[in-house]
C-alpha cells in the first residue's frame, strides 16, 4: 500500500545530530537563513495495479476500513549518508505526535503539516513508520549508545505476540515504506524543497472468508443402504437442573413397549448411549423448536424407514472455523532474501535484485526442520497441534480454545472481499517446507444434514457408505464391522492452501505483509472427515481432497490525500 497524494514535508523538529545557531537561523519573517537543506516526502498508497499477478501484485485491491488507515502518530528516521553510500550516526527526524503532525482539513481529505529543516545537504536513507510501537518511539527518542544507526536498530526490530497483535488495533495499524529510499537532499530553498515519493504498507496481513453458497449450506449425495431413516428432528431437553440442551439427530421410532406409539430416539455418540425423548406441544422460547422429554427405561423400538435406491441427498453446513499456525513475530521493515536464503537485504521488491522470499523472524530456524510432529509453539500461536487436538462438539461448544462461528451471510459491503476472520502476520518458509506443520491453513467444520439442511445427528461410515443408525451398519456390515463415527453429525476439513501466489516456485504458501487473503469454498466432493487427522508433514492424509477452496489476494490500499510530512 501506498498512502497517496500525502505530501511530507519537513519541519523543524528534534535533529539528530547537533546543530549550532550558526546551522540554522530564523529571519524576521521566520524564514530560514542559512539552511543546507529542506526536503519534502510524497508519501501514497498503491494504486490500482493493471499488472498480471504476481509476488507483489494481484491484480486487485481494495481500501479497508477506516480504522486500518488512521494514522496518529510517526517516525520519521533520515540517516545521512557517507561518500561510499554507508549509513553513519548522522540522523535527523524522530517521534511525532499526532499534536505534532498539524492536522487539518481541506476539502473533506484530512491533512498532516509537520515540516523538517535538515542541517546538511547530501544522500540521506530515509525510513518511515507510521504508528510505531513503543519500543519503535523509544528507539527514536533515545540517545545514540549502540553501534548501530537509529535507521539501522527500527529496520532491524521485530514485533512478537501471542495472539492480540496489538499493531492491528483500530487506528494502529503500524505502516512502513516498502522499498528503500535514497534521496539526494540539493534545496536550500524554503519554498522549494527537494521532494521524495514513497510507499508505505500495513505490516499485518488479513484472512477474510466469502460466502459462496446461502447459509454456508452445500448439497451433496452420499452411498447408503437400500433403507433411511424416515424422520429426524431437532428440539430442546431440560435438565432437571434447569440446564436446557438442543439436541440434533432425533429420529422418529415406534415405540414397541407402547402400542407402537411415537418416541424419539438419539443416537448418542456411537449408539452404546442412546436415549429416548417424548415430544411434548411446548415449544423452547423463540426458537419454535418443541420440549422434549427423557424416557426411562429405554424402551424397545424400531425406526420408521424409507426406501432408497443406496444413496441419500444431504448438505454440509459450516458452521465453524479455525486457523492454524499463524505466525507470532514480524520484522518492522521487509526483509527479503534470495533462492538460496543466502543473501538477505532489508527494505525492496520481491523479483528485484533476485529477492525470491520475503522472511520473517523465524523463518530460518522453520526451514531446519526435521521433525514435523511438533508444536512449534515458539513459532505459532493456533499451532497445527494444538488445534488438531481441540475437537469441537455439542458438549464443547462453549469451552473449546482454537473454533469459532463461521460467517453464514455476505453483509459486508464489498462481497469480493468478504469477512475478516483475523488480522495476521507473516509467515514465510522456503517452498520444500511449505507443508502442513509449517505453513498457515485452515480447518472448517461441518454440520451434516439432510436435503434441508435438518442435521441428521450422528452418523457412521462403513465401506464407504453412510448410516444414521448403529443397527443399519450392522445389519448392512455384520455385527463386527469397523466404522468411523461423526458424532453428533459434525465432519472436518483442512486445507493448507491460503496461497500468496499459487504455483509460484518461491511464494506459494505464504502469507505476506500488506495481503487479504480472500477464501472461498466453492463445493465438496463428499463428506469430511469424522476427526481432524492431518499429516504434517505432507498434504491431506486423506487420498480425496474433498475441498475445493479458492484463494486469491488483495493487496490493502490506504489513501491519505495531500498529508503534508
Not at 500500500?1 to 537561523?25: F, R
Not at 527500527?154 to 499493531?167: M, P, V
Not at 510507499?199 to 499485518?204: F, Q, T
Request: contains cysteine; hydrophobic residues 35%.
Amino acid at each position: 500500500m501506498k498512502i497517496k497524494g500525502l505530501l511530507l514535508g519537513m519541519l523543524a523538529y528534534a535533529a539528530m545530530v547537533a546543530c549550532t545557531n550558526e546551522d540554522i537561523v530564523k529571519n524576521n519573517v521566520n524564514q530560514p537563513e542559512k539552511v543546507k537543506g529542506n526536503l519534502s516526502l510524497v508519501i501514497s498508497s498503491t494504486s490500482n495495479s493493471s499488472r498480471a499477478a504476481d509476488n507483489e501484485e494481484s491484480g486487485v485491491t481494495d481500501p479497508g476500513i477506516e480504522g486500518e488507515s488512521t494514522v496518529t502518530d510517526a517516525v520519521i528516521i533520515l540517516n545521512r549518508l557517507d561518500e561510499n553510500g554507508n549509513l553513519t550516526k548522522e540522523e535527523f527526524g524522530g517521534y511525532l505526535t499526532k499534536a505534532q503532525l498539524n492536522e487539518t482539513t481541506a476539502s473533506g481529505e484530512t491533512i498532516y503539516n509537520p515540516f523538517f529543516t535538515l542541517a546538511n545537504s547530501g544522500w540521506y536513507k530515509v525510513l518511515v513508520v507510521l504508528n510505531p510501537t513503543e519500543s519503535i518511539e523509544a528507539i527514536a527518542n533515545s540517545q545514540q549508545s549502540t553501534d548501530k544507526s537509529k535507521y539501522e536498530q527500527i529496520a532491524e526490530s521485530s514485533y512478537t505476540t501471542t495472539g492480540d497483535i496489538t499493531i492491528a488495533a483500530a487506528g494502529q495499524f503500524m505502516m512502513v515504506n516498502k522499498k528503500e529510499i535514497k534521496v539526494d537532499v540539493l534545496s536550500n530553498n524554503y519554498e522549494d524543497p527537494t521532494i521524495e515519493e514513497v510507499e508505505v504498507e500495513r505490516v499485518v496481513s488479513k484472512i477474510n472468508y466469502v460466502v459462496a453458497k446461502p447459509n454456508n449450506l452445500y448439497p451433496l449425495t452420499v452411498q447408503t443402504t437400500d433403507y433411511a431413516i424416515a424422520e429426524t428432528t431437532s428440539g430442546y431437553y431440560i435438565y432437571p437442573d434447569n440446564k436446557a440442551v438442543r439436541l440434533t439427530g432425533l429420529h422418529k421410532a415406534k415405540n414397541l413397549d407402547n402400542d407402537n406409539s411415537d418416541v424419539w430416539i438419539h443416537e448418542g455418540t456411537d449408539g452404546t448411549d442412546r436415549r429416548a425423548f417424548i415430544k411434548t406441544e411446548k415449544t423452547y422460547g423463540q426458537t419454535g423448536e418443541h420440549i422434549f422429554t427423557l424416557l426411562e427405561p429405554f424402551p424397545k423400538f424400531e425406526y420408521y424407514t424409507t426406501s432408497t435406491d443406496g444413496k441419500l441427498d444431504w448438505t454440509v453446513k459450516l458452521d465453524k472455523y479455525a486457523l492454524v499456525n499463524l505466525s507470532n513475530s514480524v520484522y518492522t521493515a521487509r526483509h527479503l532474501t534470495d533462492a538460496s536464503w543466502e543473501n538477505f537485504r532489508t527494505l525492496g521488491l520481491l523479483g528485484v535484485d533476485n529477492m525470491a522470499y520475503m522472511v520473517d523472524p523465524n523463518s530460518k530456524n522453520k526451514n531446519n526442520v526435521t521433525d514435523y510432529d511438533q508444536v512449534f509453539g515458539s513459532y505459532f500461536y493456533n499451532a497445527l497441534k494444538n488445534v488438531n487436538a481441540d475437537k469441537v462438539d455439542e458438549a464443547s461448544d462453549d469451552s473449546q480454545v482454537y473454533f469459532q462461528d463461521l460467517p453464514t451471510a455476505n453483509i459486508n459491503d464489498n462481497a469480493q472481499v468478504g469477512h475478516r476472520l483475523a488480522y495476521c502476520l507473516e509467515n514465510i518458509v522456503k517452498k520444500e517446507k511449505q507443508v502442513p506443520a509449517l505453513v498457515t491453513g485452515i480447518i472448517f467444520r461441518g454440520q451434516i444434514g439432510d436435503e434441508t439442511g435438518e442435521p441428521v445427528g450422528t452418523i457412521y461410515k462403513c465401506n464407504n457408505k453412510f448410516y444414521t443408525s448403529i443397527d443399519a451398519v450392522k445389519a448392512d456390515n455384520g455385527a463386527d464391522a469397523s466404522y468411523d463415527t461423526y458424532e453428533n453429525g459434525h465432519c472436518y476439513y483442512y486445507s493448507s492452501e491460503i496461497c500468496h501466489n499459487k504455483g509460484d516456485q518461491y511464494m506459494d504458501k505464504a502469507i505476506m505483509r500488506n495481503n487479504i487473503y480472500v477464501l472461498k469454498v466453492t463445493g465438496f466432493e463428499n463428506i469430511g472427515g469424522a476427526t481432524i487427522t492431518i499429516d504434517p508433514s505432507g498434504e491431506e492424509s486423506d487420498n480425496n481432497f474433498y475441498l475445493q477452496l479458492n484463494a486469491k489476494i488483495i493487496p490493502w490500499i490506504v489513501r491519505f490525500n495531500n498529508i503534508e510530512f
